[in-house]
């Protein structure tokens, strides 16, 4: 089956900045998730989405960072302004979810440089 | 703060021998753990999971071990090769976060 798939691979922009992340989940997985990893750390859960309702946001820093799943399928993920502080590899992963949060399948990721 | 956590951040192994991850976590609600690995510039890739009602469990050279009692987690692989070369991460699934990670280096 085809497996989690993350765009763009790689952006670079200036702080200050928009930038935008799409996923695409695994096909029926009804549960949905973003994670920023920065260097040499663990991934860190920025939100969960149940089809396309949002389980826990609690560590997204809404200031900045919003993210959407409006058919409960594909997801975006926004940073507006971007900070210095936000370069990192943001991981989209997918699960089944049911009938509790089950083993997710990551994307490679894409690699933010905020420069 | 971080439910999951890991005694170790780097262990370095002889081709051959055997590894042991180690891995605490705080919530005793969860009922449901993962390990992953992930290598450079790749996504966590799912390697072994274990469900409460276990003690432990078998795969393909790893072994997870699960002591409620003190909410302990371990990861162990047998006859490590350098392909295991990777950073593992413990999860668990009432919040899905992560620790720090271990990377394993492997040694020829």
């Known amino acids: 089956e085809a497996g989690v798939a993350q765009s763009p691979r790689y952006k670079i922009i200036e702080k200050r900045q928009s930038v935008a992340f799409w996923c695409n989940p695994i096909s029926g997985h009804a549960t949905l998730y973003w994670y920023q990893q920065i260097l040499g750390q663990g991934p860190k859960l920025l939100i969960q989405f149940q089809n396309n309702g949002v389980v826990d946001d609690s560590q997204l820093p809404k200031d900045r960072f919003s993210a959407e799943r409006l058919k409960g399928v594909d997801s975006t993920l926004k940073i507006q302004p971007a900070k210095l502080e936000d370069s990192a590899v943001y991981l989209c992963?997918?699960?089944?979810?049911?009938?509790?949060?089950?083993?997710?399948?990551f994307g490679q990721g894409t690699r933010l440089t905020v420069v | 703060g971080e439910s999951v956590g890991l005694h170790l951040p780097t262990l370095s192994v002889q081709e051959g021998d055997n590894s042991i991850i180690n891995c605490a976590y705080s919530?005793?609600?969860?009922?449901?753990f993962i390990w992953y690995k992930q290598e450079s510039g790749k996504g966590p890739q799912f390697i072994i999971d274990?469900?409460?009602?276990?003690d432990k469990r078998q795969g393909q050279r790893v072994t997870v071990l699960l002591n409620k009692t003190v909410k302990h987690l371990s990861l162990q692989i047998a006859a490590t090769q350098p392909g295991d070369s990777a950073v593992y991460f413990c999860?668990?699934?009432?919040?899905?976060?992560f620790g720090a990670g271990t990377r394993l280096t492997v040694k020829p």
């Open positions: 992963a997918s699960s089944t979810g049911l009938p509790r949060n089950t083993e997710a399948f």
């Open positions: 274990i469900r409460s009602n276990m």
């Open positions: 919530n005793s609600a969860s009922d449901y």
């Open positions: 999860a668990e699934n009432r919040d899905m976060r």
